[in-house]
């Protein structure tokens, strides 16, 4: 008998409907529930492509007996922390504070009031290094809240005040300039792993931000050691294991310093980060193999992660079914010499193995090995690498799939919208751009739907319930100005505007400072406001990055000061925690170059727009159009004659305007940082 989860769109939640467990999505009455029966909250957060998530429903909320303990003792939670970031992160601070490590499944017990007690990860079903049983967890929790409820009520209150007492105050500190720009670069590469790329060891997180950051860097100050770092990495990752050497994209992460074996699920705003960075590298340097893993990664987007709606899902899962059906990771991916000669026979599957480093003993476990390009089989035959290529994905195509993830989420979806529109722009893909164009549509339409406020979540056409939080808004208007610079059409800027209005009156405190929640969103124990980059721009830094951009369009003193305001963060983290301000130090890039505003008063799609488009310059904002109703689109465009009648160009930056130019070569050199 399903529970009262078969009522969510959450693929998540939707997986635990039919637990014996009797689950409750986060909701008031959840906590009346625990309240009324007197009981704490057992609240239990993960997400659907979450390995060790799987294996603890598995061991656990599908066990009956557990089952039965759980609902006569607690009031059982289940939260998808990609709808609801908010209550992820205020819970997730809780339990680093107390245990010095996070992660997911997360696992805490709160009283009645949503105050945390205690808390853990994955518990196993039997006690094991160290660790208690799940079982004894539950025993002892029930055990201190019936005998020592005093203690407890002390300790949570303790916890409360403790997560209350770190509110951030960076607001008002001045803007990141030269100075702490150039201390968060040493501090780059300080942690840079010069024999492998990327920063830092094991695991090793693809860094899209930091690699954006440092493309800025050198495109304004000709800092060669920031565009080494940044195409080494690039190249290092391309040629690993964490990108998918048949089907293009990349994973989560690398398990190892050396990129080979990957976790193998695969996220939405990992590539559509990547997509963009990989997009910017080849304008930076003109790399073929940028180029590739651009258009590759923007491939497996669409074919791999467009929904029916024309939105793209979250994720796709580390595990699959393998020969003998067990659900294990990475089946999907890896292949061993016998498999290869299964399909390619045997000269051809030599070939590959050598090609791909796929070896006897296997790179990952039983034998597999993760295909990479070890770069050690010489000279190669292109057409040979391309038909052995499109043979092993053929032969995928065949395994079981991964499942996904199929909830669009509106921040993710922004970031795809801004990496596919510049990614067709750039390298002539008209399709890509109409793909970032339906999935922006989709937002408009079912995400802002008619309350005039971002939804975080939709599945199969239909809003969720829980509201946006500063990232939909900041990555939402960030996708909508990239697809208003490319395609000339002035709604989307009128859009970006729309919601960075919200963000100025819901989501701003006093000097600058932002939070994740709205003013007026569902008062949890602490407001979140987390700046630091992670996996995707804070919400703190995405929106820095679009109001910046947004005042260079329309030259809003209002916008910039609230830009302004918010990067006095990146001032105050930059220089100490380089790795965790990325997007943050990329923005702060872009306000040290103005950033540049270019109108091209000319045909969208023409000589002048391409030029400006593809442009270095850190944070440039391109408008284009032509004939008298292009500066209604476009204030930028407004009282910009064209030059003997041809397509003309204007670059002001400061307040200031160079001449104008029919000519792109002087266009480009006028953008080129």
Known sequence: MANRLAQTTSPYLLQHADNPVDWWPWSPEAFEEARKRNVPVLLSVGYASCHWCHVMAHESFEDDDTAAYLNAHFVPVKVDREERPDVDAVYMEAVQAATGHGGWPMTVFLTPDAEPFYFGTYFPPEPRHGSPSFQQVLEGVTAAWTDRRDEVAEVAGRIVADLAGRSLAHGGDGVPGESEVAQALLGLTREYDEQHGGFGGAPKFPPAMVVEFLLRHYARTGAEGALQMAADTCTAMARGGIYDQLGGGFARYSVDREWIVPHFEKMLYDNALLCRVYAHLWRTTGSDEARRIALETADFMVRELRTAEGGFASALDADSEDADGRHVEGAYYVWTPAQLREVLGEDDAAFAAAYFGVTEDGTFEEGASVLRLPGDAGPVDAARVAGVRARLLAARDERPHPGRDDKVVAAWNGLAIAALAE????????????????????????????????????????????????????????????????????????????????????????????????????????????????????????????????????????????????????????????????????????????????????????????????????????????????????????????????????????????????DAEELAGKLGG
Not at 530 to 541: H, I
Not at 596 to 607: H, L, M, N
């Open 423 to 662: 990614t067709g722009a750039y390298f002539d893909r008209p399709d890509l751009v109409e793909r970032a164009t339906e999935a922006a549509d989709l937002l408009v339409r079912v995400h802002l739907g008619e309350v005039a406020r971002l939804t975080r979540t939709s599945k199969d056409g239909r809003a969720g319930d829980n509201a946006g939080v500063l990232e939909d808004y900041g990555d939402v208007a960030e996708g909508f100005l990239a697809l208003a610079a490319v395609t000339g059409e002035g709604a989307w800027l009128e859009f970006a505007g729309f919601l960075l209005d919200i963000v100025l009156e819901q989501f701003t405190g006093e000097g600058g400072q932002l939070y994740d929640t709205a003013h007026d969103a569902e008062q949890l124990i602490r407001r979140p406001q987390d700046p630091t980059d992670s996996a995707t721009p804070s919400g703190w830094t995405a929106a820095a990055g679009a109001l910046l951009s947004y005042a260079a369009y329309t030259g809003s003193e209002a916008h910039r000061t609230a830009a302004e305001g918010a990067l006095g963060v990146v001032k105050a983290l930059g220089p100490r925690v380089p790795r965790f301000v990325g997007w943050g130090l990329a923005v702060a890039e872009a306000l040290l170059d103005g950033p540049r505003e270019v109108a091209v008063a000319g045909p969208v799609g023409g000589e002048l727009h391409r030029t400006a488009l593809l442009g270095r310059a850190p944070g440039a904002v391109v408008a284009a159009g032509e004939g008298p109703g292009a500066g209604a689109e476009f204030p930028l465009l407004v009282d910009r004659p064209l030059l003997g009648g041809e397509p003309t160009a204007y670059v002001c930056r400061h307040f200031v305007c160079d001449a104008p130019t029919n």
